[in-house]
């Protein structure tokens, strides 16, 4: 499995992707709203984009899938719970369904709402695995609710599907806030040493070069996997004063989200 990420350059600071086939060339797009970047990527690879995959249906996803259509003929994928919304679906998708590309690659769909409620993220069962998370989970943070999402929904994907990954799961986000998100996890956790070596990193980093996180990583440095930690429970108990001494996983990461939404 070959993997291109595409930074955008855009305003929404969107990471496109190309997932290709060493042996046939032939080439998955997710998420590609800046769609002419990602046909001259695939073309100087020599590959052909047969395929479109939106993680879900906002704009800021799906808005290239007219000119990548146009250009490729590729078909579309999808959510099927999404389909309708999204527009000129040809195969939607459901847990558990694969998808292949060319001879070799093989996605598995997770069903993951949160972000909204028909969100779909590909991991990739390779020697190292990947996670192709849209806007579910991101570098050191964990996607908002606003646009027909909800915080319970995305506490469950977190803590019953993403955390039972393998640590060395590698994390590609449908966009970069590392940095932002590292000082979030910083703001709820000032201890936590390796947030703070991170955010030395990202703040530096070129976004067309940032850091690939693993799952082992992000349990580290991202607040919205560490909901039994002292000090993030100390901090949220000041900010919310109504929270139990002891509160449960649940409350913690919906409180932690409702920061977030302000912070």
């Not at 808005?63 to 040809?90: F, S």
């Not at 943070?141 to 506490?155: K, M, S, V």
């Not at 139990?244 to 990461?253: C, G, Q, Y």
């Amino acid at each position: 499995m070959l993997v291109e990420r595409i930074w955008s350059g855009n305003a929404y600071r969107n990471f496109h992707y190309l997932i290709a086939c060493p042996q046939t060339g032939e080439a998955l797009a997710i998420d590609p709203l800046e769609w002419q970047l990602c046909l001259d990527t695939a073309r100087a690879r020599g590959w052909q984009i047969t395929q479109i995959l939106n993680t879900h249906e906002h704009r800021d996803h799906t808005g290239g899938n007219a000119g990548l259509v146009g250009a490729t003929h590729a078909k579309v994928l999808a959510h099927a719970g999404a389909a309708g919304r999204i527009g000129g679906v040809d195969r939607g998708l459901a847990k558990g369904d694969v998808v292949r590309v060319g001879r070799t690659v093989e996605l598995e769909c997770l069903d993951t709402p949160g972000h909204t409620m028909a969100h779909i993220c590909l991991l990739a069962h390779a020697p190292q695995p990947g996670l192709f998370s849209g806007d579910t989970l991101f570098n050191a943070g964990a996607g908002n609710c606003h646009g027909g999402g909800h915080p319970d929904a995305l506490y469950d994907t977190f803590t019953t599907q993403l955390a039972r990954l393998p640590d060395d799961t590698r994390v590609y986000p449908g966009h970069e806030y590392m940095a932002r998100n590292l000082e979030f996890t910083l703001d709820r956790e000032p201890g936590n040493a390796d947030a703070k070596s991170l955010l030395v990193e990202a703040r530096i980093a070129d976004p067309a070069s940032a850091k690939v996180t693993t799952l082992g990583e992000e349990k580290r440095v991202n607040a919205f996997f560490r909901l039994q930690n002292p000090e993030v429970i100390m901090r949220l108990r000041e900010a919310f004063p109504d929270i139990a001494e002891k509160p449960d996983a649940r409350t913690v990461f919906v409180r932690l989200r409702e920061l977030r939404n302000k912070w």
